[in-house]
């Protein structure tokens, strides 16, 4: 089965940089997008960024463009989020997600066939 596991959250200082690892198993990816999602709470889950298997075209949330890079490392099955100027409003659990994006697809749509990881926590002190 497929599965999705994250890493490399914490608490980091505002201004401050993270890198997120998601380490992906189970099936090829071909024709799906890796993504990042983010949850604070009280607040519904939400698109951070994402990067095609493939393709390597990539999409960002207006909130985190300019800040936030995402990455594959595709022999190794691993996509990376890098997280800089980090602002306390960035405080989140972030998932990583597998979504079916055929061809150059990026965009990800709600009623994408989906797989997800479990989370990490990003904390981001003021």
């Known amino acids: 089965q497929v599965q999705l596991v994250e890493s490399g959250g914490g608490l980091v200082q505002a201004g401050g940089s993270l890198r997120l690892s998601c380490a992906a198993s189970g099936r090829t990816f071909s024709n799906y997008a890796m993504g990042w999602f983010r949850q604070a709470p009280g607040k519904e889950r939400e698109f951070v960024a994402a990067i095609n298997w493939i393709y390597g075209s990539t999409y960002y949330a207006d909130s985190v463009k300019g800040r936030y890079t995402i990455s594959k490392d595709n022999a190794e099955n691993m996509v990376y989020l890098q997280m800089n100027s980090l602002k306390p409003e960035d405080t989140a659990v972030y998932y990583c997600?597998?979504?079916?994006?055929?061809?150059?697809?990026?965009?990800?749509?709600?009623?994408?066939?989906?797989?997800w990881g479990q989370g990490t926590q990003v904390t981001v002190s003021s």
């Open positions: 997600a597998a979504f079916y994006a055929p061809g150059n697809r990026v965009y990800y749509t709600p009623e994408t066939s989906t797989y």
